[in-house]
């Protein structure tokens, strides 16, 4: 509301950011100026049904300001009488307490002529409207349901995933549109789906399905896809695609002539050119990429995907996705495989590769950088990609993960909502859950735990929801399924918790601070501290703690209030240790500000 009417008091003149933070946040106070005020423009636009791109109302002038661009007309006519009434001894005491204030006369006429302002907005919208076409203000947001097969048989399977991964990177090209992952969709392809069903549960406005099949001859694979509108609960766009079956490179070429010429023209999105659009150039390259998105994330499996996109990018070195794929495949070999420093250097090299040949995609992995120790470094990838994407919601879920590990948790639970919004149900979100964990917010954390809540990683925090909690029971049913995932703290756990002697938990302390596998993430190291804590571990617990704290993961104010680490906050060494987390996220913090200056003055 103060935006507006700021704006309003200048319509026609540029309003400067500066003006705008000494109008909404004066000196003195702390905010995210930068995030809080496009959050505060973006509202607005939406709630005028404005558009940044084409406005009608509210300008952006490029690293000046905004400018209300519509005529405004004050109805002169309207007097406003002020209220008069003498307040009673209470309330002249309240009244002292808010000086400087608007008074309760001064709100009722700001209500009173905003409203007529926005009646004239919206018959002179409408009127503007009806004068010369215009782009529809309502932000498109597009979801790829995997494709059904048919009847084209188990052999051409992989389509199902194939054809709407590739749709999805096509469809991303459109700058005007919001597309999501397809990892929050593909949970989709088990069964055939209601597409407005899962539109709404998806939060998108439409929603592209179809399916596929052989002509009896089998000479021709058949796809037919269509672009459903969500809110209306019918087709918008039909469209249908003949090739050989061996041809993906023209089934490619047409997907993204139909994304280009039919589907996106169909909600009004224009100005979209194929040459946008990554291109595969060889048969087999492509096939092997294609049938790589098949093969699961666990660690064996795994490394038949690393083989066949390897393959797949010595045949096509030009080809983006390919090697995005290759980067995710081999951080996974990092993380949770064998691969250690060798897969972890390889996944940057792919990932750089990716960004050469596309710029729009971050230049390495934020997440990369983070575990490694680079917070600095990630915050400025993790700052510019999130401005370039504001509406992205892996822009905001890679700037949470970096907050998270600089211990500010609350802004980082502000991102990894913002994300949820954007993509409801996506399963990488899991990781969110930290941050409300670390919080003491149980119900909040449950909600992205949810997300993949029968996965490994959701017993984990089960675990660790019920020690917490001190639901013990709760936490030993969850040990089975946690120890199986390879994390090394469970033996420790498990001997505590029925009992074991001295000898046997000093013995599983130290097999949990040789482990190399957690020394590749302080997130790792804080977790093995809080559970050596809990145990009574207490030196091994500090020595992780300290670990965790070298490797940038702040830890405060976690380690205040965190109660399984009660075992050691007052130990000797803890009062150290909780000085050099604060130095750690007060460093992270100075950084933060200059690059968010430099930033703004970029603009």
Not at 280 to 298: G, I, M, Q, R, Y
Not at 380 to 407: E, I, T
Not at 446 to 474: C, K, P, V, Y
Not at 507 to 536: G, H, M, T, W
Request: aromatic share 8%; charged share 25%.
């Amino acid at each position: 509301m103060r935006v507006l009417c700021l704006l309003l008091e200048h319509s026609g003149k540029i309003v400067t950011r500066e003006e705008l933070r000494q109008c909404l946040w004066p000196e003195g106070t702390y905010v995210g100026f930068d995030d809080s005020l496009n959050t505060a423009l973006k509202r607005l636009r939406f709630a005028l049904g404005d558009d940044a791109e084409n406005p009608i109302f509210i300008e952006t002038v490029h690293r000046r300001g905004y400018r209300f661009i519509a005529p405004v007309q004050l109805d002169q006519s309207s007097e406003i009488a002020e209220d008069t009434t003498e307040p009673v001894a209470g309330e002249k005491a309240g009244l002292q307490e808010t000086a400087g204030r608007p008074s309760l006369a001064s709100t009722r006429w700001w209500i009173v002529a905003l409203i007529c302002i926005l009646l004239l907005f919206a018959g002179w919208r409408y009127n503007a409207r009806n004068r010369e076409p215009v782009p529809s203000p309502r932000r498109t947001i597009i979801a790829v349901l995997p494709f059904s097969n048919e009847g084209a048989g188990p052999e051409f399977d992989y389509l199902r995933y194939a054809i709407s991964n590739d749709l999805v990177t096509d469809l991303i090209s459109a700058r005007s549109v919001i597309v999501r992952p397809f990892a929050s969709t593909s949970r989709y392809g088990s069964q055939p789906e209601d597409p407005d069903k899962v539109g709404k549960e998806l939060g998108v406005t439409h929603v592209v399905a179809g399916g596929f099949l052989l002509d009896k001859d089998k000479q021709n694979l058949r796809v037919s896809l269509e672009l459903v509108d969500v809110a209306q609960n019918q087709p918008v766009w039909r469209g249908e695609i003949v090739v050989s079956p061996r041809q993906l490179v023209a089934l490619h070429d047409e997907l993204a002539n139909r994304a280009v010429r039919g589907m996106l023209p169909a909600i009004n999105v224009s100005n979209v050119s194929t040459a946008d659009m990554p291109a595969p150039k060889n048969e087999k390259a492509l096939d092997l990429f294609l049938h790589s998105l098949t093969v699961p994330l666990d660690p064996e499996p795994n490394q038949l995907a690393i083989q066949k996109l390897e393959e797949s990018v010595s045949l096509d070195n030009g080809y983006a996705p390919a090697w995005g794929e290759l980067g995710w495949r081999y951080y996974i070999d990092y993380h949770y495989g064998k691969g250690g420093d060798a897969a972890v250097a390889k996944a940057l090299r792919a990932y750089q590769r990716q960004s050469e040949l596309d710029p729009d995609v971050p230049l390495i992995s934020t997440t990369i950088r983070v575990e490694q120790g680079d917070l600095n470094g990630a915050y400025d990838q993790a700052a510019v990609f999130l401005r370039k994407h504001p509406d992205g919601s892996m822009a905001h879920y890679w700037m949470s993960y970096v907050l998270r590990y600089a211990g500010l948790l609350e802004e980082a639970g502000k991102q990894c909502d913002a994300a949820l919004t954007i993509d409801p149900g996506f399963n990488l979100f899991r990781s969110c859950t930290t941050p409300f964990l670390l919080r003491g917010d149980y119900p909040h954390a449950r909600r992205f735990m949810s997300l993949d809540e029968h996965s490994s990683i959701g017993a984990l925090f089960r675990l660790l929801i019920g020690l917490r909690t001190g639901n013990i029971d709760a936490a030993s049913r969850e040990l089975d399924a946690v120890s199986k995932a390879g994390y090394t703290f469970t033996e420790l756990l498990g001997l505590y918790l029925n009992h074991a002697g001295e000898k046997d938990l000093s013995r599983a302390a130290d097999a949990i601070e040789a482990d190399p596998k957690s020394s590749r993430d302080a997130e790792e190291l804080y977790r093995n501290a809080e559970i050596l804590s809990f145990s009574r571990q207490n030196n091994a617990a500090i020595r992780q703690l300290r670990k965790a704290i070298q490797g940038n993961y702040c830890s405060y104010p976690a380690m205040e209030t965190d109660p399984l680490m009660d075992g050691i906050r007052h130990f000797p060494g803890f009062a150290e240790l909780q000085m050099e987390a604060i130095h750690c996220q007060q460093s992270f913090l100075a950084h933060r500000q200059q690059v968010d200056a430099a930033l703004t003055m970029a603009r």
